[in-house]
C-alpha cells in the first residue's frame, strides 16, 4: 500500500474545487513525425533513473524514447505546478503495486499512447486514466472471447451498427479495465475477465462495485481517433475540469 499523503499544500498556481479531477493534456508524435530536433536528455528534467530507461528506449526505438521523455517531462511539468517545486526536483516513488505516486503531492495517473498523453489529478481521489489510439485490431474476435465479461461481449456485439462501431467500443471496454487497474495500482492486473465494467449509468458515466468498493467510471472525450477512460473510487462522480485543452472538449 501506498503511505499516507500528509503534509501537502497546494501550490499558489493550482488549485482543486470540492471534488475535482484536473484533466491535462500533450501531444506527441506520431511515427515518423519527429517533434524534438534531438534527444537531448543530458539537458532535461527527468531523474538518473527516468534518463536510464530512455537510454534502454534508444536502443530499441528512437520514437518511443522520444515519447517517454516528452511524456515524462509533461508530468514533471504539470507536478511542479500543482507542489511550487521545480520539474528537476521532484521525487516519483513507487507503491508495492507499481503505482507512481509523490509523497507532498496530488494523486495522479498519466496514459499515453499514439499522438498524444494524457494526465488526471486529484487532491486525494485514488484515480486510474487510460488513453488508446481507436484502431482495428488483429484477431479481434480471440480479444472479446479471452478478455471481456457476458456482460461487455453484449454490449459490444448486440447491436446492428457499422463494424466501426463495434471497433470503438471494444476500446471503450478495454480502457474501462486498464483504468480501474490502474486506479487500484495493478492489484487487480490479471484479472481481466474478472472485471465486469458495465455498471448502471448514463451518458458515458457509471458506477460498479467490487468487493465492497464502488469506482466510477467516465468516458473522457480526448478527441475522435482516441478512447479514454478515467476510474474513480468511491460513488460519488467527480467535476472533470479540463485544464490546458479546448472548450469542446467534455466528459
Same mark, same amino acid.
Given at each position: 500500500? +501506498?503511505?499516507?499523503?500528509?503534509?501537502?499544500?497546494?501550490?499558489?498556481?493550482?488549485?482543486?474545487?470540492?471534488?475535482?479531477?484536473?484533466?491535462? #493534456? &500533450?501531444?506527441?508524435? !506520431?511515427?515518423?513525425?519527429?517533434?524534438?530536433?534531438?534527444?537531448?536528455?543530458?539537458?532535461?528534467?527527468?531523474?538518473?533513473?527516468?534518463?536510464?530507461?530512455?537510454?534502454?528506449? /534508444?536502443? &530499441?526505438?528512437?520514437?518511443?524514447? &522520444?515519447?517517454?521523455?516528452?511524456?515524462?517531462?509533461?508530468?514533471?511539468?504539470?507536478?511542479?505546478?500543482?507542489?511550487?517545486?521545480?520539474?528537476?526536483?521532484?521525487?516519483?516513488?513507487?507503491?508495492?503495486?507499481?503505482?507512481?505516486?509523490?509523497?507532498?503531492?496530488?494523486?495522479?495517473?498519466?496514459?499515453? #499512447?499514439?499522438?498524444?498523453?494524457?494526465?488526471? =489529478?486529484?487532491?486525494? #481521489?485514488?484515480?486510474?486514466?487510460?488513453?488508446?489510439?481507436?484502431?482495428?485490431?488483429?484477431?479481434?474476435?480471440?480479444?472479446?472471447?479471452?478478455?471481456?465479461?457476458?456482460?461487455?461481449?453484449?454490449?459490444?456485439? $448486440? !447491436?446492428?451498427?457499422?463494424? /466501426?462501431?463495434?471497433?470503438?467500443?471494444?476500446?471503450?471496454? =478495454?480502457?474501462? +479495465?486498464?483504468?480501474?487497474?490502474?486506479?487500484?495500482?495493478?492489484? =487487480?492486473?490479471?484479472?481481466?475477465? +474478472? =472485471?465486469?465494467?458495465?455498471?448502471?449509468?448514463?451518458?458515458?458515466?457509471?458506477?460498479?462495485?467490487?468487493?465492497?468498493? !464502488?469506482? $466510477?467510471?467516465?468516458?473522457?472525450?480526448?478527441?475522435?481517433?482516441?478512447?479514454?477512460?478515467?476510474?474513480?473510487?468511491?460513488?460519488?462522480?467527480?467535476?472533470?475540469?479540463?485544464?490546458?485543452?479546448?472548450?469542446?472538449? &467534455?466528459?
Amino acid at each position: 500500500m +501506498k503511505p499516507t499523503v500528509t503534509g501537502w499544500k497546494e501550490s499558489a498556481a493550482v488549485h482543486f474545487v470540492a471534488n475535482e479531477v484536473h484533466i491535462w #493534456t &500533450q501531444p506527441l508524435p !506520431h511515427k515518423g513525425e519527429d517533434f524534438l530536433s534531438r534527444l537531448d536528455i543530458d539537458t532535461c528534467v527527468l531523474s538518473q533513473d527516468e534518463i536510464e530507461r530512455v537510454q534502454r528506449k /534508444q536502443k &530499441q526505438s528512437m520514437h518511443d524514447a &522520444q515519447n517517454l521523455v516528452m511524456s515524462r517531462t509533461f508530468l514533471r511539468e504539470v507536478l511542479a505546478m500543482y507542489t511550487g517545486q521545480s520539474a528537476s526536483d521532484i521525487y516519483i516513488e513507487y507503491g508495492a503495486s507499481g503505482k507512481p505516486y509523490v509523497r507532498c503531492g496530488p494523486q495522479f495517473n498519466l496514459s499515453h #499512447t499514439e499522438g498524444c498523453c494524457v494526465l488526471a =489529478l486529484a487532491a486525494h #481521489t485514488e484515480l486510474g486514466i487510460d488513453l488508446e489510439y481507436v484502431r482495428p485490431l488483429l484477431r479481434m474476435s480471440a480479444v472479446i472471447r479471452r478478455f471481456l465479461t457476458e456482460d461487455e461481449k453484449c454490449y459490444v456485439l $448486440n !447491436h446492428r451498427e457499422e463494424e /466501426q462501431v463495434t471497433i470503438r467500443r471494444v476500446w471503450q471496454v =478495454l480502457t474501462q +479495465k486498464e483504468a480501474w487497474i490502474k486506479a487500484c495500482g495493478q492489484s =487487480l492486473s490479471g484479472q481481466w475477465r +474478472k =472485471l465486469n465494467t458495465m455498471g448502471e449509468g448514463l451518458d458515458g458515466h457509471h458506477v460498479v462495485e467490487r468487493e465492497g468498493q !464502488h469506482y $466510477n467510471f467516465q468516458s473522457l472525450n480526448v478527441g475522435p481517433n482516441y478512447s479514454a477512460t478515467l476510474c474513480t473510487t468511491g460513488k460519488t462522480r467527480p467535476l472533470v475540469r479540463w485544464m490546458n485543452v479546448a472548450d469542446d472538449k &467534455q466528459s
